[in-house]
């Protein structure tokens, strides 16, 4: 994903440095490769953000509900296991901010992992909340009430906010450069379009 970002953000920027040509036979070639790279631009963002905002139900997969019982809203993140014994974390996912006595659900492809881990912050850095969670039966879906500040395991939860870490910095990282891709969509966007 982020390598055809990274492409995308390279394209129009050269598609801005070729919108300079304006005669000759080059002109056309020019024209033409914009085009193709706005089109290109505009259906992969329509195309990611739909898949981003549908719902995430996956074949086959674990249904996990955490509900807060807490009196402060959580900020939830879940951590999918691929080798419990080796701690190796394959997916990290943002379940959201709960506010208390309401619920999120979450689904968890469980094909390769027997483990899971719920990690609850309050405020941006305090990791109030870890548990870990054993799948012995992938058909029955999850139900997992938050009702008091714990951590299972300190070495565990230390793993867990690194991973947490990680997977933001990845998404503050990724938010920059579609930040940068919409600029320069619009900016060659106005620049095809105008009229003289």
Do not use: C
């Not at 483990?115 to 029955?140: A, D, M, R």
Request: aromatic share 14%; hydrophobic share 45%.
């Amino acid at each position: 994903m982020v390598f055809v970002i990274l492409l995308i953000f390279w394209a129009l920027f050269f598609s801005l440095i070729l919108s300079k040509i304006k005669k000759g036979k080059g002109a056309e070639w020019a024209k033409l490769f914009r085009i193709i790279t706005l089109v290109f631009s505009i259906s992969f963002f329509t195309y990611w953000f739909i898949k981003k905002s549908a719902m995430g139900i996956v074949k086959d997969s674990l249904a996990l509900q955490v509900i807060n019982k807490l009196p402060q809203p959580l900020d939830f993140y879940v951590i999918n296991l691929n080798d419990p014994d080796a701690n190796k974390a394959i997916e990290t996912k943002h379940i959201g901010k709960i506010r208390p006595e309401y619920y999120r659900i979450e689904y968890l492809k469980m094909e390769k992992s027997n483990e899971y881990w719920i990690v609850g912050y309050l405020g941006k850095k305090n990791l109030v909340y870890f548990t870990q969670h054993s799948v012995p039966n992938k058909n029955i879906d999850q139900i997992i009430e938050v009702q008091n500040y714990i951590n299972q395991s300190v070495k565990l939860s230390d793993i867990a906010k690194k991973q947490v870490e990680a997977y933001n910095y990845e998404n503050i990282k990724q938010g920059i450069w579609v930040t940068l891709d919409f600029l320069l969509l619009f900016l060659n966007l106005v620049l095809l379009i105008r009229r003289k």
